[in-house]
T-cell receptor, first 115, second 113 residues
Framework: AQTVTQSQPEMSVQEAETVTLSCTYD???????LFWYKQPPSRQMILVIR??????QNATENRFSVNFQKAAKSFSLKISDSQLGDTAMYFCAFMIIQGAQKLVFGQGTRLTINP | ETGVTQSPTHLIKTRGQQVTLRCSSQ?????VSWYQQALGQGPQFIFQ???????GRGNFPPRFSGLQFPNYSSELNVNALELDDSALYLC????????????FGQGTRLTVV
């Protein structure tokens, strides 16, 4: 079975702090991509960051970075210098490269940035 | 905003009725995927269409069906609506031969009463 687990249903930090969201996944495949998506109240899923499983180097995108531990099947998201606009639901997901390129999502973490 | 548009944005239907949801994919994208997102949950894959053919299906009953048109826009049809079909339905378009990024629309909120 292919599953994604996000163990933190909710998190709350102060503006400008750093926050880390956890994600673990399970798949027997070796060739896949990992993603973090943000879903604000507008409902639209927005890609935050992507990691190719074959790359050892952790992906970074401005204030967003990941800690990818392939052997442990762990893929955490770190948000530095958090901003009020980062308040949203965050979903971890993976996609198998072969066949239908479907996304398998976790349950989500509701992140609130307080002023 | 992405170039993916969904209609309608909200919809209320009665149990047993049928519904059609629509999605226009981003220009240049030939693949459309549909997801169901129940309240407080992550999205669940329903099915995917590639060049007008179904290219994979999740664990959804046959009363969930779809179409993709030559311009790559797509429809999701649900027959014999049940209360548990109440959810946000998300459409995502992509072009697998270019990259793996899926661009999502803003979704259709379906309420079944």
């Amino acid at each position: 079975a292919q599953t994604v687990t996000q163990s933190q249903p909710e998190m709350s930090v102060q503006e400008a702090e750093t926050v880390t969201l956890s994600c673990t996944y399970d798949t027997s495949e070796s060739n896949y991509y990992l993603f973090w998506y943000k879903q604000p109240p507008s409902r639209q899923m927005i890609l935050v960051i992507r990691q190719e499983a074959y790359k050892q180097q952790n992906a970074t995108e401005n204030r967003f970075s990941v800690n990818f531990q392939k052997a442990a099947k762990s893929f955490s998201l770190k948000i530095s210098d958090s901003q009020l606009g980062d308040t949203a639901m965050y979903f971890c997901a993976f996609m198998i490269i072969q066949g239908a390129q479907k996304l398998v999502f976790g349950q989500g973490t509701r992140l609130t940035i307080n002023p | 905003e992405t170039g993916v548009t969904q209609s309608p944005t909200h919809l209320i239907k009665t149990r047993g009725q049928q519904v059609t949801l629509r999605c226009s994919s981003q220009s240049g994208h030939n693949t459309v995927s549909w997801y169901q997102q129940a309240l407080g949950q992550g999205p669940q894959f329903i099915f995917q269409y590639y060049r007008e053919e179904e290219n994979g299906r999740g664990n959804f009953p046959p009363r969930f069906s779809g179409l993709q048109f030559p311009n790559y826009s797509s429809e999701l049809n649900v027959n014999a609506l049940e209360l548990d079909d109440s959810a946000l339905y998300l459409c995502a378009s992509s072009s697998p031969r270019q990259n793996t990024e899926a661009f999502f629309g803003q979704g259709t909120r379906l309420t079944v009463v």
